[in-house]
């Protein structure tokens, strides 16, 4: 079989689909990287992918869109794939209404977050529902990577969704007393030195302002920032928020695994997630995780065993819960191994992978 992997961006399809595409190419199948253009598509195509992209824009702009739902129309017509398999929102959407105007035979669908979950404007969630709700009449198997969204979208019409989760590879991601020790030395902190490290964009959305000033509140820390902001990502550059003595930026790293394994907390305080894939590395590395109560991480963390769980938005519950857990090393490494026992059981990438080709009938 042919298959389609189309996402929107070069960041989404390294960072997200790469697995997926190489266990679909080791099962005998061809399969083809979908999404916009960028510096990130020469390592995938270092692994032996095919990428084709496509102009795909993370906006609401209808010229963009149109240009995009032509591109992706040509190209399935061109390749006449077997299945197209979609993710994200909007580029989700256009790859399944071109699926089917190219009558493709097989169409399939990741959420990886509903944006009407989103906070936002009443217009912009009605309109992503309504998306959603007509994107589910082109799908043919609808998954998603949280038991929560699968549950809204059974409930709320969009379609039959079964959850896959998210996965990670645990030994890749592990503690690595090596790698704390040489991350450390190359960064010039001391080893007693209680370290919080964040993974994500640098976006409003990941809660670096609630978590830059909750770390003000721990004088014998620091906060690791790792990750850049994208050029298709929206709204005010926080750049300047992090400009803080107890900050230290460390920029898009290619050895995440290791500066993981070189910190002592995880902390994630979004205002919205899907599943994140940051969560479950830091857990198999064996960090205890703070978290917000959100959909997503609500389903990872175990508040009180794995990690603490605190509202969105708010400053004083995440410093409290980063000055716990900063006092105690006793407690991290009792969270932290007990996440990871819960990663290792729930979150295993060979399982995900293996599921998610049974449901998408790739497995033989």
């Known amino acids: 079989m042919k298959v389609l992997e189309v996402t929107n961006v070069d960041f989404s399809l390294a960072h997200f689909l790469v697995p997926l595409m190489l266990a679909i190419q080791a099962e005998g199948h061809e399969v083809v990287g979908v999404c916009a253009d960028g510096p990130l598509l020469a390592g995938v195509r270092a692994q032996g992918l095919r990428v084709v992209p496509v102009p795909m824009a993370r906006s609401l702009s209808p010229l963009a869109q149109w240009r995009a739902f032509r591109a992706l129309l040509a190209l399935m017509r061109a390749e006449k794939p077997d299945l197209v398999h979609a993710h994200m929102p909007i580029s989700g959407f256009l790859a399944r209404l071109a699926a089917r105007c190219a009558?493709?035979?097989?169409?399939a669908y990741t959420c990886h977050g509903f944006l009407f979950n989103q906070p936002g404007p009443w217009w912009r969630r009605t309109l992503a529902l309504v998306m959603e709700w007509l994107g589910g009449r082109m799908t043919d198997v609808l998954l998603t990577v949280?038991?929560?969204?699968?549950?809204?979208?059974?409930?709320?019409?969009?379609?039959?969704?079964?959850?896959?989760?998210?996965?990670?590879?645990?030994?890749?991601?592990?503690?690595?007393?090596?790698?704390?020790?040489?991350?450390?030395?190359?960064?010039?902190?001391?080893?007693?030195?209680?370290?919080?490290?964040?993974?994500?964009?640098?976006v409003r959305h990941k809660g670096h302002p609630e978590l830059v000033a909750a770390m003000a509140q721990l004088p014998d820390a620091e906060l690791w920032v790792v990750g850049e902001r994208l050029p298709s990502d929206h709204g005010a550059d926080i750049g300047p928020l992090l400009d803080q003595p107890h900050v230290r930026r460390l920029g898009y790293r290619t050895d995440v695994a290791d500066v993981l394994a070189a910190a002592d907390i995880f902390a994630l305080p979004s205002h919205f997630e899907g599943l994140p894939m940051s969560v479950i590395e830091a857990m198999l590395t064996g960090l205890p995780v703070v978290a917000t109560n959100i959909r997503g991480p609500r389903e990872q963390v175990?508040?009180?065993?794995?990690?603490?769980?605190?509202?969105?938005?708010?400053?004083?519950?995440l410093a409290d819960a980063l000055t716990l857990l900063a006092g105690s090393a006793a407690l991290?490494?009792?969270?932290?191994?007990?996440?990871?026992?819960?990663?290792?059981?729930?979150?295993?990438?060979?399982?995900?992978l293996a599921r998610t080709l049974d449901l998408l009938g790739l497995d033989r």
């Not at 009558?103 to 169409?107: A, F, I, L, Q």
């Not at 175990?302 to 519950?317: A, M, S």
């Open 103 to 107: 009558g493709v035979p097989r169409v």
């Open 146 to 202: 949280s038991e929560d969204e699968a549950a809204d979208a059974r409930r709320l019409g969009i379609g039959r969704a079964v959850a896959v989760r998210n996965g990670r590879d645990g030994s890749r991601y592990r503690p690595n007393p090596a790698a704390r020790a040489h991350v450390r030395a190359g960064l010039g902190v001391d080893n007693a030195r209680c370290v919080v490290v964040i993974v994500s964009r640098l």
């Open 302 to 317: 175990l508040d009180g065993e794995t990690g603490l769980l605190v509202p969105p938005f708010q400053v004083q519950p």
């Open 332 to 352: 991290r490494l009792q969270y932290g191994g007990a996440g990871r026992l819960r990663a290792l059981a729930l979150y295993n990438e060979p399982a995900v």
